[in-house]
């Protein structure tokens, strides 16, 4: 899973206990749109950037308990996804005026802040090589765009898909040739090399998130 660094975006981030109510995280927009501008560009169009918080202990999602926007007078609420990533609205207007943005989770949880490179829709059923063939170059392209300008020097390859599941979710992942890969603390990586060019795996379960599988990074 490619996760960036919250001191290396330098984003303004405050953590905090609220006694009975929970830990809260403060970013600027304008921090958060330098990195969501990226899913507005072309070569990556079933791929994007997105925010999660994760458990710093057991490395599972943590719950966006609520989210919002305010600057002087204006609030606005922000809405999460199934699977408890941020959903940031992307807009010019909204960089120039800079709001703050705040985050809840639960107060018995230190949950660190997570940019990943994932997929915009989940995967279920069987899922055929060139579906994730296709993904492969995507994912590459939108890390290159996260790095800057001599990042594509030393990204590595993005050799498969990292397949997140609900954490209630047991069972294997099945390849046409025989093959299975246990489904482990609700993760699994399929390297595309062990699909094989005409084969496909099947899914117990829709995933919940879908992230590139860099196995040479550090």
């Known amino acids: 899973m490619k996760v960036i660094n919250l001191a290396l975006l330098g984003l303004a981030a405050s953590t905090f206990t609220l006694p009975t109510l929970a830990q809260e995280y403060m970013f600027t927009y304008s921090k958060l749109y330098s990195q969501m501008k990226n899913n507005a560009k072309e070569g990556h169009q079933d791929v994007k950037v ?14 966006i308990e609520k ?9 606005e609420v922000l809405q999460t996804s199934p699977a408890n990533e941020l959903l940031v609205p992307l ?39 060139s579906e994730i063939e296709n993904l492969l170059p995507q994912m590459k392209t939108m890390l ?16 498969g898909v990292t397949l997140e599941f609900s954490p209630e979710v047991s069972g294997t992942v099945v390849f046409s040739n025989g093959k299975q890969q246990p489904i482990e603390n609700g993760k699994v990586q399929v390297k595309l090399a062990d699909i094989g060019e005409n084969g496909y795996i099947t899914l117990p379960a829709q995933t919940l998130r879908v992230l590139p599988y860099l196995p040479t990074a550090k």
């Open 50 to 63: 997105g925010f999660f918080f994760v458990d710093a202990d057991s490395k599972s999602l943590c719950q």
């Open 67 to 75: 989210a919002w926007m305010e600057k002087e007078e204006h609030y």
């Open 91 to 129: 807009d010019s207007n909204l960089k120039q005026a800079n709001p703050l943005v705040f985050v809840h989770t639960p107060q018995d949880q230190r949950c660190d802040f997570s940019m990943v490179v994932l997929t915009k829709q989940p995967l279920s059923g069987e899922v055929p090589y």
């Open 144 to 159: 290159e765009d996260l790095g800057g300008m001599f990042a594509s020097w030393f990204t590595p390859d993005v050799e």
